[in-house]
């Protein structure tokens, strides 16, 4: 296992997770820091347990036993204000992009600060916002390269363009971390390489936390400084990107890689 | 052609199970007793057909004479209609929203959400109305009030069913960026819904001026009760007037609505 580093404190960290969903143990023990302004690659077979440990890192699924901690602070089982201050500062970036397909790109991207704003969605509907939260969301479309498409509707973009929203929304909503799931699986290779490369650009530039689930074993080398492997609901791979073997990459998707597949310890003992 | 296959094939018809043979005959039994109970015969069909072609010759020409009451008249019903399901409309979006299953705050409030709508379905609406003239008399207001909950009824659950096929995606985005339950609701389940919770109110405002024509007949205000006291004086070329003010008044909302639903979705 990787050593936290000193001088970079965790901003992120889960200690000890377990997730049950009914007599499914889905995360079982599941530890990590993440520091400050690093970007890691979270790989796995399907069903392993990537989504729902992202899920548990803001609060969206309920762990059985364990903590996440955020800047020191733990939010799991935390009171609702304090698990909302904690979201505003987790950008999440999902597969299926999620904007809102009825509204306007801009006003997706304006909502982005929905939780920062006093009255909510009131605060962020354009027909209400301030000016300044207007231009803003403006800024954050330009830095995706989607100023023009401004009054389009998600329907009326392409998935590339729909992520480059989402992501404008992410930058809105201005966090210290970002959880990404899977952003490209529902992308063609060359406009998934793009939005990826745009997102590792920004969370450069903007000198923010990534934690991003890949499927191409190629890009998580690539992109990913630092790795992290899961097999059946537990953490087997955490280390600094060159130098990992593809061997063990390759060993991630071989044997008893789902949760659902895999016996418990209890099991395995008995 | 093949050789036949080694296996059996599957039976054509599956027989029914017991249960279903007690349904059906139960069923049988039920409609023929049914049909008994109605005695109906040659005799009575005969004289019904020739009771109906005088109602007709009596009421052919229709007698417009009284065309500003029944104008009046015809308006109350719409505003009956109209007051009626705008305010059904306003009350069934947060019975709704604590109805279904995504945005309910727990289980106890959905249940009891539930229940009200359901209650304010099963209770038709000619005896809402008769409820509530007892209880604020005869006029607009008791059938307003019949309209309301008979609205309730039907637009709630259809709009709770909608925000329940919502997808979840959005509003998780929008969870995730810290806001509260109210404006994940307005900001990502409220806006898919919009199109279809207005075509159901629109199709909800067809039901209540139908349904207000009828609840005249209680006393509860409107063209009905216009209706009622014409077909009780035997003037039915009155009668016939009012029934085409009502035929031209319905049909000519529902290619309205029609042509406002086609526009929006
Ligand atoms: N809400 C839920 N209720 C019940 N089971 C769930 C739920 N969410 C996930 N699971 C189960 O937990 C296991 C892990 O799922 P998860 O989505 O975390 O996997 P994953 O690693 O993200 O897979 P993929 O690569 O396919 O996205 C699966 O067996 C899944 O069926
Ligand atoms: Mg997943």
């Not at chain 1, 962020?124 to 000016?131: H, L, W």
């Not at chain 2, 049909?35 to 005799?43: H, I, K, P, R, T």
């Not at chain 2, 139908?210 to 004086?233: D, K, Y």
Request: aromatic share 6%.
């Amino acid at each position: 296992m990787r050593m936290p580093d000193a001088a970079k404190p965790p901003v992120l960290r889960a200690h000890e997770i377990h997730v049950r969903f009914g007599a499914l143990h889905v995360l079982r023990g599941v530890s990590f820091d993440l520091a400050r302004g690093e970007g890691a690659v979270l790989l796995g077979a399907n069903g392993c347990g990537k989504s729902t440990l992202l899920r548990t890192l803001n609060g969206l699924a309920t762990v059985e036993s364990g903590r996440v901690d955020l800047n020191g602070r733990t939010i799991t089982d935390a009171p609702s204000r304090v698990l909302r201050a904690a979201r505003r500062q987790l950008g999440y970036v999902f597969q299926h992009f999620n904007l809102v397909p009825q509204l306007s790109a801009h006003q997706n991207v304006l909502f982005g600060a929905m939780g920062q704003r006093r009255f909510g969605v009131l605060s962020v509907a354009n027909a209400f916002a301030r000016t300044e939260d207007r231009e803003r969301a403006m800024q954050c479309l330009e830095r995706v390269g989607l100023a023009d498409r401004a009054t389009h509707r998600p329907a009326e973009l392409s998935g590339g363009q729909q992520q480059r929203v989402a992501i404008a929304r992410m930058l809105m909503q201005a966090p210290q971390v970002v959880i990404a799931d899977e952003p490209i699986a529902s992308l063609d290779p060359k406009a998934g390489r793009e939005v990826l490369e745009l997102l590792w650009r920004i969370v450069e530039e903007e000198g923010l936390s990534l934690l991003c689930t890949l499927h191409q074993l190629d890009l998580a080398q690539e992109f990913g400084k630092r790795i992290i492997g899961m097999k059946a609901g537990r953490v087997v791979l955490d280390a600094a990107s060159p130098g990992i073997d593809r061997a063990d990459l390759d060993a991630l998707y071989q044997g008893a890689v789902r949760v659902d597949a895999a016996p418990t310890p209890q099991e395995a003992a008995a | 052609m093949s050789a036949p296959s080694r296996h059996s094939l599957p039976p054509r018809m599956r027989m029914p199970s017991a249960l279903a043979w007690v349904l059906m005959v139960t069923f049988a039994a039920f409609f023929l007793q049914g049909l008994y109970g109605a005695e109906v015969s040659v005799d009575r069909l005969l004289r019904g057909a020739t009771n109906f072609v005088r109602f007709v010759s009596l009421a052919i020409p229709p007698d417009f004479a009284r065309w500003e009451t029944i104008g009046w008249a015809m308006l109350e019903t719409l505003n009956i209609a109209v007051v009626g399901v705008t305010f059904g409309c306003l009350l069934s979006i947060p019975l709704a929203l604590l109805a279904a299953r995504n945005t309910a705050p727990n289980g106890v409030i959905r249940f009891v959400a539930r229940q009200l709508i359901a209650i304010a379905r099963t209770i038709p609406d000619l005896i809402w109305a008769l409820i509530f003239v007892v209880a604020v008399g005869l006029g607009p207001l008791a059938g307003i009030l019949a309209i309301i909950m008979d609205t309730v009824g039907f637009v709630a659950r259809f709009y709770s069913e909608r925000f329940e096929e919502v997808q979840k995606g959005p509003a998780e985005a929008l969870t995730s960026t810290g806001a509260g339950r109210l404006s994940v609701i307005a900001g990502a389940i409220l806006p898919e819904s919009f199109a279809s919770m207005t075509a159901t109110s629109l199709y909800s405002v067809e039901k209540a001026i139908r349904s207000a024509v009828t609840l005249g007949l209680v006393g509860a205000g409107g063209i009905g009760v216009e209706l009622s006291t014409a077909m009780r004086l035997f003037q039915y070329d009155q009668a016939a007037a009012i029934i085409l003010v009502v035929l031209v008044a319905v049909i000519g909302f529902e290619q309205l609505s029609s042509s406002i639903r086609k526009r929006i979705i």
